[in-house]
């Protein structure tokens, strides 16, 4: 099969958010420390009807349902998700239940839950793709879902948080295609955030490294990347090499915005030093070519002047993918992919036809991965899902303008509720089940051996 990658993207957050200046002034620190230092204007955030067997039903459903796929067409079904329910049972298992709502016998559907942190929705796409190319493969589509819900114990990481999924349908001759040869994957061990606590939903978390770990995985990945790309003749016609120049988007995992500004800025810096020689660079940043990257984590005055220079680059190949990151926070394992979603909806069919877009994949732990894909030209018959796929995405804007304001007290209230709550047996949810948007699979209750029944809104 050729030209494996998207056909259909279908995304959901929760219906309720918080407003970031307000968490500011509840939280008693500085005002401008969320909105300007993290760069998040608003953050979603789950109701006690809401878990992530529901999140998953509902964005599974809604991708079905919007683009009218019939099940007995998907062979492949993979999961990505660091919200943990249950420690045996697949999050996989409980989607099956979409083939029997369908009547269908759900047979010969492969693939099951990954988990790494936020990267398991990276390696749940790269497992679908991967079985298409294969000798497993049985002509049928691929679906890959990823959700989370993400709570941070009060403190400093709580702003961070954020809730949703996306689901990708996955098949060859795709519009938005993945491009062979350029997947670049750096893995460490270190403990920058972790959940060895399976009672509690919260993480143990050190922010300073976990951003540092980032950082130093976005340097790795892009490296071999752009070595990958420079033997597939990507390169800039002024160096010879690749750079960011050879890609017409960029799009991260966010867990702030500020951090994918930063990200930006990092690349700007890697190109920098991969050309540089006193020809290529202007004379007031030739200082900038003679360090070395592994000195510079820590160099705030550096990073504020590589952040100036990389502005126009940021406001060019990454500003718009930052729609639904900025409203809703870090989704953890959707959230690169609801970036994508997000680029892809800030440009128009015309400029979005013959794009190729870099995509980094980051999950604590830590796992990474940076790849690309290439949009389909205007023209091709491949190009045609791609307008659907649009239309459907313009609706993000009206969606996250129609989600219920809560206060910062509510919005406390309910994350620590649903910290305690999460893995309680018997419970009954008695949050409203009409506050939620229409479509939504929600929480019906939870009997004595942890059996969870949910209902359509
Ligand atoms: N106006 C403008 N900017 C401000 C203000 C203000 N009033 N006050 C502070 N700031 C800036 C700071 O200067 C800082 O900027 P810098 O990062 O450019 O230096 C920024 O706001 C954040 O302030 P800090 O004091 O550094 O933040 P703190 O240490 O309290 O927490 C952190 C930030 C570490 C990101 C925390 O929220 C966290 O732990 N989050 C979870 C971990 C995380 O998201 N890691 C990222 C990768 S791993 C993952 O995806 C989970």
């Not at 099969?1 to 998207?6: A, H, N, Q």
């Given at each position: 099969?050729?030209?494996?990658?998207?056909?259909?993207?279908?995304?959901?957050?929760?219906?309720q958010f918080v407003k970031q200046d307000a968490l500011e002034e509840y939280d008693g620190v500085s005002s401008g420390k969320?909105?300007?230092g993290l760069g998040q204007t608003e953050m979603g955030f789950c109701?006690?009807?809401?878990d992530i067997n529901s999140l998953f039903l509902t964005v599974t459903h809604r991708l079905l349902k919007e683009y009218d796929i019939d099940v007995c067409n998907i062979g492949y079904l993979?999961?990505?998700s660091e919200t943990i329910l249950d420690k045996a049972k697949s999050i996989k298992s409980v989607l099956m239940q979409i083939w029997d709502w369908h009547g269908v016998d759900p047979i010969d559907v492969e693939g099951v839950d990954s988990v790494s942190a936020c990267y398991g929705g990276t390696a749940a796409l790269f497992n679908a793709i991967n079985w298409i190319e294969s000798s497993s493969w049985n002509g049928k589509q691929a679906l890959v879902v990823t959700a989370d819900i993400a709570v941070y114990a009060s403190g400093n990481a709580r702003p961070t948080g954020g809730a949703g999924a996306v689901a990708m349908l996955i098949g060859p001759c795709a519009p938005i295609v993945f491009e062979r040869g350029t997947r670049s994957t750096y893995m460490e061990h270190a403990y920058d955030f972790y959940k060895p606590n399976l009672s509690s939903e919260y993480p143990v978390v050190d922010g300073k490294l976990s951003v540092l770990c980032y950082l130093r995985a976005l340097d790795k990945c892009y490296q071999l990347f752009c070595e990958k790309s420079e033997t597939l003749g990507f390169k800039d016609p002024k160096t010879g090499q690749h750079a960011l120049s050879c890609l017409n988007a960029l799009v991260f995992h966010s867990p702030y915005c500020r951090l994918v500004e930063k990200s930006v800025a990092r690349l700007?810096?890697?190109?920098?030093?991969?050309?540089?020689?006193?020809e290529n660079l202007p004379?007031?940043?030739?200082?900038?070519?003679?360090?070395?990257l592994e000195d510079t984590y820590f160099d705030k005055e550096l990073e504020k002047q590589l952040l100036s220079l990389s502005r126009p680059v940021f406001q060019d190949l990454t500003e718009t993918s930052l729609l639904v990151a900025k409203h809703v926070g870090n989704m953890y394992c959707p959230s690169v992919y609801a970036c994508l979603a997000s680029s892809l909806l800030g440009k128009s069919l015309i400029e979005l036809?013959?794009?190729r877009i870099g995509i980094f994949s980051y999950g604590s732990g830590f796992t990474s991965s940076m790849f690309s894909v290439r949009i389909a030209k205007d023209g091709e018959p491949s190009f045609v899902p791609l307008k659907k796929m649009h239309s459907l995405l313009s609706k993000i804007p009206s969606c996250l303008g129609s989600r219920i304001l809560r206060s910062p007290e509510y919005f406390t209230r309910a994350v620590e509720k649903w910290d305690l709550i999460a893995h309680q047996a018997p419970f009954d949810p008695n949050d409203p089940v009409e506050e939620l948007a229409k479509g939504t699979w929600y929480l019906v209750s939870v009997d004595d051996r942890h059996r969870r029944k949910y209902a359509y809104h």
């Open positions: 099969p050729v030209d494996v990658g998207i056909h259909a993207i279908s995304l959901y957050f929760p219906s969320y909105t300007i109701s006690d009807r809401e993979a999961v990505g700007y810096f890697n190109d920098l030093l991969r050309c540089a020689s006193d004379v007031d940043i030739q200082h900038l070519g003679k360090l070395r036809s013959g794009m």
